[in-house]
């Protein structure tokens, strides 16, 4: 795969979220706290959104991050002088091309939407030579091959686009239309490409994995997926997903510790609970229960895990008070807590164990009693 960039739009996408409403304060933390883990660029909300979204805008950007602070805004060239002066690093230009959004949107045919967008492009880069400029086509997937050729040949020819948007507005596609798409436009164009991907049937980050194998460069991500609807590609989502991939280059790129705090941060702002499956921050992404997986966890953890957890400062959970558990792992809790008990002794407290969980919930005290009970019984041995 080549290098990417990830484009985390959580102060964007993710203030489109049923429960976001941030503070100035909020965001600040947040963007701090998304700088720390290492992303590359922030996108924030329309500085001609409202006069707060322009004052959040600039006083983000003014924070001398790492990451670099962009905005979103529509084809307007109103919105482009707004942006302009919000002093943000780059601008991410958006308008609809599918047949949906031109006839119930915005309203206009694809030679409009090119002439408009072309003299907001020259205009921008006129005004501003340094800032990065990217334009995407939304709802990119129920946009017609043709019409969107037509746009980016267009738009490319000026020579003002440092970048593409490919944007899964409605979270329709699949991987292998992704993959086409994102081929095709790089035939066209020698700008980069940024990938936006939602989740409504459950492909966005297989979706932005299938665009950086056909060439994209730029991915969009939000904190646990918020966005519009059911949202977008989750951060720690495509982490994972890259992880697998490249663990050397993530660890290289990325202050990996740092992701479980961001998500906390965000968790509590949006009011929306981690959830325990979450990728690599969820409470069980790094629980074994099995008898089966537990053994072979506690020979190496390689057998069941192609995350290590301790690279993002986290913990595996090795699961004993149930039904499934097996003796190894109740071996490997009687060393912890330094007892000292036979194997055929262990065996025995292992069948106890399944037979008590069959009937009722157990805790890892009461399963610690037992244990502690049977070392201390006077032929405990
Ligand atoms: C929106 C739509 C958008 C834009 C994505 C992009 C989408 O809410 O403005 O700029 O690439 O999903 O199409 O989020
Ligand atoms: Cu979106």
Redesign the pocket.
Known sequence: LNQFAIVE?TL??GE?FVGANFSSDDKLEIARALDEFGVEYL?LTSAAASPKSKRDCQRIAGLGLNTKVLT?I?CHQEDAKIALDAGVDGI???I?TSYFLREYSHGKDIDTIIELASEVLTFIREQAPEVEL?F?????FRSTYEDLSRVYLALDKLGVVDRF??????GVSTPNRVYDLVRMVRAQTDAYI?????NDTGCAIANCYAALDAGATHI?TTVLGI??RNG?APLAGFIARMYAEDKELIKQKYNLPALAPVHEIVSQKVGLPIPVNHYIVGDCAFNHKAGIHTKAMLNNANAYEIIDPTDFGLNRNIQITHKLTGWHAIANRVSQLGLDLSISKIKTLTKQIKEMADQKDLTLNEVDDLLWAAAQAPNSV
Do not use: P, Y
């Open positions: 739009s964007r996408e489109q996108e979103h529509r991410n230009l958006v609809g990217r995407s086509t939304e709802d990119s948007g490919i944007a899964d507005t409605v940024e990938f936006h991907g939602h969009d966005g519009e977008i």
